[in-house]
């Protein structure tokens, strides 16, 4: 009954190589998120979508590429790893505030990925 | 912009003793604040939140948090710590207007026993 879930939880590649994270939510929320955790655990959104709409983008380079195929899922898919991109990875939802406010965001177990 | 800060980057306090945690914010309208907790390899649960009304709010856990407007905090308090209560705490602000969520640094908590 997971609410909201990553695949794989570790990932461990080549610099160089491409690869993919997997995010889905069951709680029919209509936003989803992509957050970066350093190493020093400090916690950065990365995109934001909103029913299948990118409404948030933080200057993240564009070797990374959210792809959202239903409100439900947002995957996240990296070109070109570098050795800087190892951190944990956290997907998250909410639901959509009526009000213009930001709710609760549910997060997922994260993905630890470690270039070598 | 937002931004949250964390005060304390570890805390060491033995199990049965009192906790606070202190966080301190900076936006310029209402703000909308959570705390939530991060058990090692886990993801992050929401301990709880304020938005609005009494600025004194519960959470699981027995965890509750202060809002005072006057002196930009939104500190997390325990009347006893538990051995399981160890993990990484972060204090967050949203905003009107904007889906995202800003984090602090984080606090790392170590229970003596």
């Known amino acids: 009954d997971t609410a909201v879930s990553q695949t794989p939880k570790y990932l461990v590649t080549q610099m160089g190589n491409d690869k993919s994270i997997k995010c889905e939510q069951n709680?029919?929320?209509?936003?989803m998120y992509w957050y970066k955790q350093d190493s020093k655990k400090f916690l950065k959104i990365m995109f934001s979508y909103n029913n299948k709409e990118l409404i948030i983008n933080e200057t993240v380079p564009n070797r990374f590429s959210p792809k959202s195929p239903d409100k439900a899922h947002l995957n996240l898919h990296i070109n070109s790893l570098e050795l800087g991109d190892s951190a944990v990875y956290f997907c998250?939802?909410?639901?959509?505030?009526?009000?213009?406010?930001?709710?609760?965001?549910?997060f997922g177990p994260g993905t630890r990925l470690t270039v070598l | 912009a937002q931004s949250v800060t964390q005060p304390d980057i570890h805390i060491t306090v033995s199990e049965g003793a009192s906790l606070e945690l202190r966080c301190n914010y900076s936006y310029g309208a209402t703000p909308y604040l959570f705390w939530y907790v991060q058990s090692p390899g886990q993801g992050l649960q929401l301990l709880l939140k304020y938005f609005s009304g009494d600025t004194l709010v519960q959470g699981i856990k027995g965890f509750e948090a202060e809002f005072k407007r006057s002196q930009s905090s939104f500190n997390l308090r325990k009347p006893s710590v538990h051995w399981s209560d160890a993990a990484e705490y972060f204090c967050?602000?949203?905003?009107?207007?904007?889906?995202?969520?800003?984090f602090g640094q984080g606090t790392r908590l170590t229970i003596n026993p």
């Open positions: 998250a939802s909410s639901p959509q505030s009526s009000g213009g406010y930001t709710d609760t965001q549910y």
């Open positions: 967050a602000v949203g905003s009107w207007g904007a889906q995202k969520l800003v």
């Open positions: 709680l029919g929320h209509d936003t």
